[in-house]
Each structure stands twice: as C-alpha cells, then as structure tokens.
C-alpha cells in the first residue's frame, strides 16, 4: 500500500495549519498544567505569551545560521530551545526552585505533543522527508511545492512515536512517578535522533547535526532539571 500526496494546495497549507495547531494545544495543555500544579495563573500566563515569541525566534534564527543565511524555515530543536529558555527567563526572574522545577516538567510534557502535531505539517507539505522506500505505507509526492519518488513516512512515523511518548509522559504525571521529565526528555531526543537516519538528508552522514543538538539537549536539561529537582519538592499529584 502507497500514498500520494498532491502538494498544490490552493487555500491554508497544511503546514502553517498545523504548527499554529501545535502551538494552540501544547500551550493551552501547558497552562492548564501549571495551574493544575500550583502555579500561579499570572506566572502560567507569563510563560504562555513568553513560550511562542522564543520558540519562533529560535526555530528561525537556528535555520538561518546552520544554512550561513541561505534558508529561512522552522528548526524543531530552535523551537525546543526557545521554549525551554522562556521557562529559564521565568526561572531567573522568580528565584524559586519549586516553581522552575515544575514549569520545566511540564514545558518537557507537552514538548512531544506540538512536535507529534507539528510533523503532520511536514508530512503533508512532503518537507524534511525520508529516505527513498518502497516497502508498506511508502509515499509519493507530485505537485509544486515537493516532488519525489517513493519514500519512506519518516514524518508520519514521528507524529505517531511522539504522541506515545506524550501519552505515557502524562500517565507517568498521573501516577506521580519519579524523574518524569528526565524520561520524557531522554526519551523524546533518542527517538529523533534515531529517526533522523530514516530522513533524506541524513544520507551520506555518519551523524547529523540535529543528532548532534540531541545529546547537546539531553546532558544539559538532565544536569539542569535534576540541580532544581535536589532543590525542591516538585512533586505534585495531577487529577484529571
């Protein structure tokens, strides 16, 4: 079975839809879950204005600068940055272990869903595709925005892994589990590091840069979270 995907799209592209989907339901739920665990709603509003305009400015200012200013786009791991540093830019500004160690939890909760939404974008509008497949569920693309041969749903297969990964984050909350966030977190970056090699543009590379920015991501949010975790008592049961 094969798909084919026509990207000459003549209203809203897909694309565009689904980030601003992404971003809607990752800070919405992002909300919810600070206020569901104690923070205050002038401080969970801060960081849900603060949290786009960085996440934004990071995802194109890292595509700007890996491309030496020839590319002008939206880099998933400058996105992730950005978000994280709008609850560091809180953090520095509150000075309260307890009230970082919980933003930080649940900006790396709702990390998997908007990149599980966001990627959908990318599989309709056929951009950062997989390797040449022509096995079970390979898609093909015609139009004027991508054009390929058959290839494999790299996109498609991290909506689906993040989304596991977003599912079991939030019975781990639930069930108020320890180092949550470290899972999630370690999880989420081995899985794109992993699919990376399954991406078109990781052929011909031993390693690729945005593999290289996951072990980047995992040591310091690691040693970060577990300095304010040693601090505080961050854990707090979520009824939902």
Do not use: W
């Not at 079975?1 to 003549?10: E, G």
């Not at 949290?51 to 600068?65: D, E, H, W």
């Not at 090699?197 to 970060?224: A, P, T, W």
Request: charged letters at 10%; glycine letters at 6%.
């Amino acid at each position: 079975m094969s798909i084919h995907i026509c990207t000459d799209y003549s209203l809203f592209p897909p694309y565009a839809l689904m980030i601003a989907i992404s971003f809607v339901a990752g800070l919405v739920l992002q909300y919810f879950l600070n206020i569901k665990r104690g923070i205050q709603p002038m401080i969970a509003g801060f960081i849900t204005l603060l949290s786009p305009l960085m996440s934004f400015f990071f995802a194109f200012l890292l595509t700007y600068a890996t491309s030496d200013g020839s590319k002008f786009g939206l880099s998933s791991m400058g996105g992730l940055f950005g978000m994280y540093l709008s609850v560091v830019t809180l953090a520095l500004i509150k000075r309260d272990p307890r009230t970082t160690c919980i933003t930080l939890e649940n900006c790396t909760l709702v990390m998997p869903l908007m990149y599980s939404i966001s990627k959908l974008g990318c599989f309709f509008a056929g951009c950062c595709h997989g390797i040449p497949y022509h096995g079970p569920c390979c898609v093909k693309y015609s139009g004027k925005v991508t054009e390929t041969d058959y290839i494999f749903p790299v996109q498609l297969t991290e909506t689906i892994v993040f989304f596991l990964i977003f599912a079991i984050g939030m019975i781990m909350l639930i069930k108020n589990y320890r180092n949550t966030s470290i899972y999630i977190l370690s999880a989420s970056a081995a899985a794109k590091g992993f699919l990376d090699f399954l991406r078109e543009s990781h052929m011909d590379k031993i390693i690729s840069f945005n593999q290289i920015l996951c072990i980047i991501v995992v040591i310091i949010g690691i040693v970060y979270i577990t300095a304010f975790k040693r601090k505080s008592n961050c854990r707090t049961t979520v009824t939902i």
